[in-house]
């Protein structure tokens, strides 16, 4: 199975499964002498680990970072200096339930990967679901984080916006308080909301689907490039490689097909520092696949997880009619550590773009 790499002068190749000992990132093309610390990719993990709140799963794993190579000691304890060689991440598995998937050995559960896994390789690791598993996503999460380190000046925040349908008040949007609620949400006024709506869906053994918006702030106009290396088109791949992602928009999206040209269209001034402001950003700060300086805003929607308790009609692979439901531990609700997922795709696609523009203009 080919296709686990993606980026061109940063590149990110994961590797390993739900079930098996560890799994991790190899990033190549990151540059040399930069400062990165384990507890700094720490930092990132820990916001996707599960078992954090009852609206997760309640699988426990620590996820601990290490670094195998292309980093040396700096000049701090614990400090690490990148080398340019390629930097291994390795995080171990450690609370594996195989058992729980006994059930799955030869069923397919609809709406996940199994069916199409065996239609295309003749085998499939049922034990988590093997690479279809979102379980890989902590791997990306830590190459996130090096690519963070290789754009400092960029800031890329992300927030859970709307679970089912119940939307978040914009009006309230505060960046602050993010942190401070189990499901990343911008607007306290939501979370109560969330949480009784979630409870009743985790009490039916159900789950529902959500949507997940990332912004980073702090990238110069320039970045990207025309035709077929556009920078929303990088961005929308790499939002669509996470798991259950199902839709894509950047800055209106598909709002703007409702939008006049005069509506749309993001007006120009000069700002007091001398650089071009734009006094509106339905484009979500791309134009021509190219940064235009305003902040890059990237809404992405996750499907129910597939897997719940209730019961649905499926077919086993000798072709039987069967019944599946799944009984290991699953988040009732993906979009919500979907949010540090998505964080670290757009770092990772930014950190690419910036190696390339960088080769191409210089700096
Ligand atoms: C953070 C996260 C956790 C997930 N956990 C589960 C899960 O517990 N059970 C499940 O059926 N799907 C889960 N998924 C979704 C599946 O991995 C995904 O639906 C499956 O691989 C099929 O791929 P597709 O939905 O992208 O087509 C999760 C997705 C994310 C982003």
């Known amino acids: 199975m080919s296709h686990n790499t993606f980026g ?5 190749t994961t590797w390993g499964e ?38 997760t799963t309640q699988r426990r794993e620590p996820d601990q970072v290490k670094f195998l190579s292309g980093v040396m000691p700096g000049a701090e304890p614990g400090a690490w200096i990148t080398t340019g060689t390629p930097i291994s991440l390795m995080i171990e598995n450690v609370d594996q339930r195989s058992k729980d998937y006994s059930e799955i050995r030869s069923s397919y559960r609809p709406g996940h990967a199994d069916y ?42 992300g927030a859970l916006v709307q679970i089912g349908k119940h939307r978040i008040d914009r009006d ?3 960046w602050n308080t993010v942190d401070d609620n189990p499901f990343f949400s911008p607007d306290p006024g939501i979370v109560p909301v969330w949480e009784d709506y979630l409870d009743g869906i985790r009490k039916a053994g159900s789950s529902i689907g959500a949507v ?36 894509v928009e950047i800055g209106a999206g598909f709002g703007a097909a409702e939008l006049r040209g005069e509506e749309n269209a993001d007006e120009m ?53 069967v019944d599946v439901s799944t009984k290991g531990r699953h988040d009732p609700c993906v979009g919500i550590r979907a949010v540090p997922i998505g964080e670290a795709m757009l770092a990772c696609i930014l950190a690419d773009h910036y190696l390339r523009h960088r080769g191409q203009v210089g700096s």
């Open 8 to 12: 061109h002068l940063f590149r990110v």
């Open 116 to 157: 199409t896994y065996d239609a295309k390789y003749g085998i499939r690791d049922h034990r988590g679901g093997g690479r279809s598993s979102a379980r890989e996503t902590a791997a990306r999460v830590a190459a996130g984080g090096v690519a963070r380190a290789v754009i400092p000046g960029v800031t890329i925040r």
């Open 172 to 174: 309230r949007w505060d």
């Open 18 to 55: 739900s079930h098996g000992p560890a799994l991790g990132a190899v990033v190549d093309g990151c540059p040399p002498r930069i400062g990165l610390t384990e507890a700094g990719i720490q930092h990132w993990l820990d916001r996707r680990k599960p078992g954090q709140s009852r609206f």
């Open 269 to 321: 001034r000069m700002g007091p520092d001398g650089k071009p402001v734009f006094l509106s950003n339905h484009a979500g700060g791309i134009l021509g696949g190219i940064s235009t300086g305003a902040p890059i805003v990237v809404r992405f929607a996750v499907k129910p997880t597939s897997s719940i308790l209730t019961p649905r009609r499926s077919i086993d692979a000798e072709g039987h009619e």
């Open 212 to 247: 997940i918006e990332v912004v980073a702030a702090g990238v110069p106009a320039g970045w990207g490039a025309p035709i077929y290396g556009k920078l929303d088109q990088d961005i929308a791949g790499g939002m669509m490689s996470i798991n259950a992602v199902k839709a």
